[in-house]
C-alpha cells in the first residue's frame, strides 16, 4: 500500500506516547514516499524510540510498532535515536505550528522562516560538531 503525501495531517490521538509514535510512523512515511533510501528517526520519548527498535513492548503502541518494523524493511537503513527535547527543537517547533494553525500546508518543501532558520541552523552543526552556533 502506498500513500502519496507531502503535507501534514490531523492526528488524533488519546495520548502523548501515542501520538508521538503516530507523528513517527506519518515521518516514516514521508520518508518512504520521498524514496529516501537511509533515514534517523529522532524523538526525545525513550519509550516510543524503544519500541520502534524492538527494546521493549508498549501495548498501548504495539499495532503502531508493527506497522513501523514492517516500514522500515523498504529502507536500505532505518534508525532510531533518542534525543532530548533541547536536541528536537525542529520537530517542536513543527507540533507546535501545527496545533496553532500556523504551519503552511507546503512545509515540508517550503518551511516558513522560523524553520528554515533553524534547519540551517542544525546543518552548520551537522558539518561541524565542536562547532556551537
Known amino acids: 500500500m502506498k500513500t502519496d503525501y507531502l503535507f501534514n495531517a490531523d492526528l488524533l490521538s488519546p495520548s502523548p506516547l501515542v501520538a508521538e509514535a503516530l ?3 506519518e ?3 514521508l520518508a ?6 537511509k533515514c534517523l528517526f529522532e524523538s526525545h520519548n525513550i519509550h516510543v524510540i524503544k519500541a ?3 527494546e521493549i513492548n508498549v501495548g498501548e503502541i504495539e499495532s503502531i510498532t508493527r506497522d513501523i518494523i514492517h516500514q522500515k524493511t523498504s529502507f536500505d537503513l532505518c534508525g532510531f535515536l533518542w534525543v532530548n527535547r533541547k536536541g528536537n ?3 517542536n517547533l513543527v507540533a507546535r505550528a501545527c ?3 500556523s504551519l503552511p500546508p507546503s512545509w515540508v518543501v517550503m518551511p516558513h522562516p522560523p524553520l528554515q532558520s533553524l534547519l540551517a541552523r542544525e546543518a552548520v552543526i551537522a558539518r561541524n560538531p565542536n562547532r556551537l552556533v
Do not use: M, V
Open 27 to 29: 515521518a516514516i512515511q
Open 52 to 54: 520502534f527498535r524492538g
Open 23 to 25: 507523528a513517527l510512523r
Open 99 to 101: 496545533l496553532n494553525g
Open 32 to 37: 518512504h514516499n520521498l524514496q529516501w533510501p
Open 89 to 91: 527543537e525542529c520537530a
